[in-house]
């Protein structure tokens, strides 16, 4: 999103409108275990409407700017591994900067890009600084960022970054696959459901190293029953999103149909797998959270993050939609509430 609301702010300047932001396939992410040993890299068109990204900004495919440009590759001028200073608060001071360190070695793994040049930076501060290290090599035609989690936002959370985020609209196919589950298995024919609730459970290495943050099997099953009985919810249907192995899912669900909740979660076929990968089955269970009556997530977890942003503009209240697991025993911080703005 970073990227894409940097080009996006470059539309009026004459200088940087020439660039596009090209998006580079999906591949070997470290959540996908069942189809990634099998899978080739997968363009966004596969979990993403690239025609709602680029009414955002203008964006490409890797594979159709090969064939537009009729290359083999993706030449790069410079390549830019962005790296954090040891002490970002020196002085006491957060300042924006970067510091040139060098060429450096980095492996790129995809083989249709070609770099002529390495180059190490220290960098600190907003994404549009970036524009001033674009602009030390004005010849460059191409440039590439690797880690480019570590610029911020220029304002997180402003008209901007929710016009960006509206813009990341979800391929057809994994929308289908999420409304017919709704329908046919939650008995929901609104966009606003409110025949079920939702909750992600992060699980897995989450638990283990964050475990002050997340309850036991027990203490979850506790808190779903408490929240269905303190906000008066005429539902016992739950959708559950996780991670978790099926010992422990099997766990929560006894737990559960104990308390007399009907529990769901999703479970593709072999040929679902096969056709939207681990990547998809994500998103069409972020889907089916995003639409439940009301939804309680994981603290500090991206996937909660995203489906709490989906409600937003999904248009659901903010008391359905910013809960959180809390542990068995101990403090629990509120979630931070982020509104959309338009």
Not at 72 to 86: C, I, S, T
Not at 227 to 234: G, I, K, S, Y
Request: charged share 25%; proline share 4%; hydrophobic share 35%.
């Amino acid at each position: 999103m970073r990227f894409a609301i940097m080009l996006a702010k470059a539309k009026t300047n004459y200088v940087k409108n020439k660039w596009r932001l090209i998006l580079p396939p999906w591949d070997n992410m470290y959540h996908w275990k069942a189809s990634t040993q099998k899978s080739k890299p997968l363009p966004w068109r596969h979990f993403f409407d690239v025609n709602a990204l680029q009414s955002f900004a203008p964006v490409v495919e890797f594979d159709e700017y090969l064939e537009n440009t009729k290359s083999d590759y993706v030449k790069v001028d410079h390549l830019y591994v962005l790296q954090n200073f040891e002490n970002p608060f020196e002085n006491g001071v957060f300042e924006e900067k970067y510091k040139v360190v060098g060429n450096c070695v980095y492996n790129v793994s995809n083989d249709k890009i070609r770099v002529k040049e390495v180059i190490c930076v220290k960098f600190q501060g907003k994404i549009s600084k970036l524009w001033e290290l674009i602009a030390s090599n004005p010849k460059d035609t191409s440039v590439m960022f690797a880690h480019g989690e570590i610029p911020l936002h220029d304002s997180y959370g402003d008209g901007l970054y929710w016009s960006c985020r509206k813009s990341m609209v979800f391929s057809d196919p994994l929308v289908e696959a999420a409304t017919k589950y709704m329908r046919d298995t939650l008995k929901c024919y609104m966009k606003m459901c409110t025949s079920y609730i939702s909750i992600h459970w992060r699980r897995q290495d989450f638990a283990r190293s964050r475990s002050k943050d997340v309850p036991s099997v027990t203490g979850t099953a506790k808190q779903i029953d408490d929240f269905v009985r303190n906000t008066n919810l005429d539902v016992n249907e739950v959708f559950i999103a996780t991670d978790a192995d099926q010992s422990e899912l099997q766990l929560l669900k006894t737990e559960l149909k104990n308390m007399g909740y009907m529990v769901y979660y999703y479970t593709p076929t072999a040929d679902e797998i096969q056709r939207y990968k681990d990547g998809g089955i994500a998103i069409i269970e972020q889907i089916i959270c995003s639409h439940a009556a009301t939804f309680i997530g994981t603290h500090e977890s991206t996937f909660t993050y995203r489906i709490q942003e989906e409600r937003e503009l999904l248009g659901f209240r903010t008391y359905t939609t910013f809960n959180r697991f809390c542990p068995d025993k101990g403090e629990c911080e509120r979630p931070s509430v982020w509104k959309f703005v338009e």
